[in-house]
C-alpha cells in the first residue's frame, strides 16, 4: 500500500531550533530524580545551584512533581510547578448552587471590551495604546545604539521590561473578569471569533491588544475547572443582525461599525447593538446547551439525516409495504 503523507493543518512552521545562549527567554526543568526541594523556610533547593528565596503568589496544594525555572526577554525569572489537584476540591471552591440558573451572554468589542446581555458594559483597557507613546521612545532609543554593545543590551532590556508591563497588566485584567463572570454565573455564552482573519485589516493591533483568544482560553478551563457550563455560538452565527426579541427574531442584514443603535422593521424595538448581540449570544447558547443536554446534534440536520420534507415518511411507508409483502408471501 503507498505512503501518502498527510497535510498539516494550520500556519506553515520551520525546523525545529535549538536552544542558544543567546536567546532571551531560557528554560531548565528539574524532575524528581534532580533531588530539589522546598526548604522549611521556604526557599527552593536546585542541584548545583543552592537555595533560592522565592515570592511565592500562593499556597501549593500537594507536594509537586518538577519545577521548570524560566527567565523570561525582561530578565525575570519565574518557577513553574506541576501539581496534581482534586476536581471535588476544586468544585467546591465555588459552589454552584450559589448560582444555579444565572447565565450570561457575552459580546466582544473593542470600544468596550465585553458587553453583557443585561447592558453592562466593560471598558476596553487598551493597555498596549496607553503605553504607545513610551514604547515608542524606548524602540527609538535601542534602535540608535551601537549592535553588540552593551548600551544595546540595556536598551533592549528595558524595552521588554516595559512589554512585559503591557502583557501582564493584560493579563491581570483577563483573569480578574474571567474570575468573576465564572464565580457569579452557572454558564457562560460567548461567540466564537475569527480572531485571525480579524487581525489582517487596519484594526490589527487593537484586536491583538484586546487579547479575545486569551480572555475566552481563560472562561473554558476555568468553567471545566469550577463545575461551570461554557458555550462558544457558531461563527457564522448573525448575533449583530438579528432581533433578541424572543417573538420575533428578524434578521436585518449586517450593518457598518458606526451604526450603534437601530430599530426592528419587522417589531419595531429599538436596540443597541452590543446588548443585543449579547442577548441574542445567549439565546443562542441556551438553544445549544439544551440540545446537548438532550443528546441531540447542535443543528437539525445533523449529517446523514433527511433534509428533505416527507422523505423519511414515505421511506418507511416503503419499508413497511415490503415487509407485508414478504410476510404475505411466507404465509
Known sequence: MPIVEAERKGSPVGPPAFKSRKDKRQAVRFTANARWKITEKGRLLLPKIGALRVLWSRTLPSTPATVTVIKDSAGRYFASFVIETDPDTDAQHWPVGEVAGREVGLD??????????????????????????????LQREHSRKQKGSKNKEKSRLRLARQHAKVADARHAFHH???????REHQAVHAETLNVKGLARGKLAKSIHDAGWSSFLDMLSYKAKRYGRDFQRTGRRFP?????????????????????????????????????????????????MRAMVAEGRAETENACGAPVRPGTQSRHSAMKQEATESHTSRAA
Open 108 to 137: 466582544m468589542g473593542l470600544t468596550h471590551f465585553a458587553v453583557l446581555d443585561n447592558g453592562e458594559k466593560v471598558t476596553s483597557p487598551r493597555f498596549l495604546r496607553r503605553a504607545e507613546k513610551k514604547l515608542k521612545k
Open 239 to 287: 448575533s449583530s443582525q438579528r432581533c433578541s426579541n424572543p417573538a420575533c427574531h428578524h434578521i436585518d442584514g449586517p450593518k457598518p461599525l458606526n451604526i450603534r443603535t437601530w430599530a426592528c422593521p419587522a417589531c419595531g424595538t429599538i436596540h443597541d447593538r452590543d446588548t443585543n448581540a449579547a442577548r441574542n449570544t445567549l439565546q443562542e447558547g441556551q438553544r
Open 176 to 182: 480578574q473578569l474571567s474570575s468573576k463572570l465564572i
